[in-house]
């Protein structure tokens, strides 16, 4: 898992799914989040699902190179968040590991079907009504572990998955292949007449503070006087 720590990313459904994975299957989890108890106590979560010893957590950052290792590590990344376009998702496909995500928004367009989880319903909210998805655990569970295992031992969708990706999934063409045309057809959707700025910094390795510096730049000679 690989989500930052706020309200709308359920850990807590996802901590479920695990636990019930693991009743009768043999799992490892990482989690990569930026604060441990900002929204959930994910220390507790794990503690009071019986994961704590099958569970890895870091909250530092770390390099593109490293982050890329532990995506390839994996053998599956769960999208637990609602997104409009999530980021983690596309770097998983990127490294070759497939995803688990909710059947709506920007996210459903790039993933198969067969991985996609249907919401038993939505709920409103926050002060701006913002609708989320609730899910089942149990079908998370059921769906982790369908992929997972393989009666017959035979390599898993998965595995297969990673030798087979598509070169506009690669890590070095994901921006240009999937993510550049996705927020430029936004902002036409939009219409907007604010310039679109590109920050590929996770692609190029470039720190966001430096690419930022370089488009605003790069906009601002070019944008017509006001």
């Not at 693991?22 to 990569?32: E, H, L, P, S």
């Given at each position: 898992i690989v989500a930052t720590n706020q309200i709308r990313k359920d850990y807590g459904m996802a901590i479920a799914a695990l636990a019930e994975v693991?009743?009768?299957?043999?799992?490892?989890?990482?989690?990569?989040i930026d604060d441990l108890g900002r929204h959930w106590s994910i220390p507790k979560l794990l503690e009071d699902y019986?994961?704590?010893?099958?569970?890895?957590?870091?909250?530092?950052?770390?390099?593109?190179?490293?982050?890329?290792?532990?995506?390839?590590?994996?053998?599956?990344t769960l999208g637990i968040g609602p997104e409009g376009f999530g980021f983690p998702i596309f770097e998983s496909l990127a490294c070759g590991t497939p995803v688990i995500a909710g059947s709506y928004g920007g996210q459903a367009e790039h993933i198969d079907d067969d991985m996609l989880m249907i919401p038993e319903l939505f709920r409103?909210?926050?002060?701006?009504?913002?609708?989320?998805?609730?899910?089942?655990?149990?079908?998370?569970?059921w769906k982790i572990k369908?992929?997972?295992?393989?009666?017959?031992?035979?390599?898993?969708?998965?595995?297969?998955?990673?030798?087979?990706?598509?070169?506009?999934?690669?890590?070095?063409?994901?921006?240009?292949?999937?993510w550049e045309p996705w927020f430029r057809k936004q902002h036409q959707t939009v219409g907007t007449t604010e310039p679109f700025l590109v920050l590929p910094s996770n692609i190029h390795g470039m720190s966001m503070a430096t690419e930022a510096h370089r488009t605003?730049?790069?906009?601002?000679?070019?944008?017509?006087?006001?």
């Open positions: 693991a009743k009768d299957t043999a799992i490892r989890v990482f989690i990569q019986k994961l704590m010893h099958r569970t890895i957590v870091n909250s530092g950052i770390v390099s593109d190179e490293v982050m890329a290792k532990l995506y390839s590590a994996c053998d599956l409103v909210e926050g002060i701006y009504n913002s609708v989320r998805p609730v899910f089942d655990p149990k079908k998370w569970a369908k992929f997972l295992t393989r009666n017959d031992g035979a390599p898993n969708r998965f595995t297969l998955r990673k030798t087979l990706l598509p070169p506009r999934l690669d890590w070095k063409n994901l921006w240009s292949a999937e605003l730049k790069a906009v601002s000679q070019e944008a017509p006087s006001v």
